[in-house]
């Protein structure tokens, strides 16, 4: 497994998150939606699209966060183990999610 094909993938995204490129700026759609204009639906539209960019950030800090344990893994020479069962993952979860802690045995157990 080339390491350095997920740190770059890894780097990639997290430039990508730090970036903003992901989605408009939180601060931006909470000011020009304070302003109470507009009907009801309108009013309420805004409230959601807040709510919704809200959410969004809050995924892209723990995804951040994960890429972060990612990259301190490879430095650590753990990267690639699942943290549960200490077997190795596999390539193409990797490639999925290169973020990723778990073997896929390891994550449906987490999910049953």
């Not at 601060?27 to 959601?48: C, K």
């Not at 650590?76 to 699942?82: L, Q, S, V």
């Not at 077997?87 to 157990?109: D, Y």
Request: proline share 3%.
């Amino acid at each position: 497994m080339d390491v350095e094909t997920f740190r770059d993938a890894l780097l990639r995204k997290r430039g990508e998150l730090v970036g903003g490129t992901a989605a408009k700026p939180l601060q931006w759609t909470m000011e020009n939606n304070s302003g109470r204009q507009g009907d009801m639906a309108d009013q309420a539209s805004g409230t959601n699209e807040v709510h919704i960019q809200l959410k969004l950030k809050q995924t892209d800090a723990k995804i951040l966060q994960a890429i972060e344990d990612a990259l301190n893994r490879i430095e650590a020479g753990t990267y690639g183990t699942c943290r549960d069962c200490g077997e190795p993952v596999a390539e193409a979860r990797l490639q999925a999610i290169p973020w990723t802690r778990v073997c896929i045995s390891c994550k449906e157990k987490q999910k049953a």
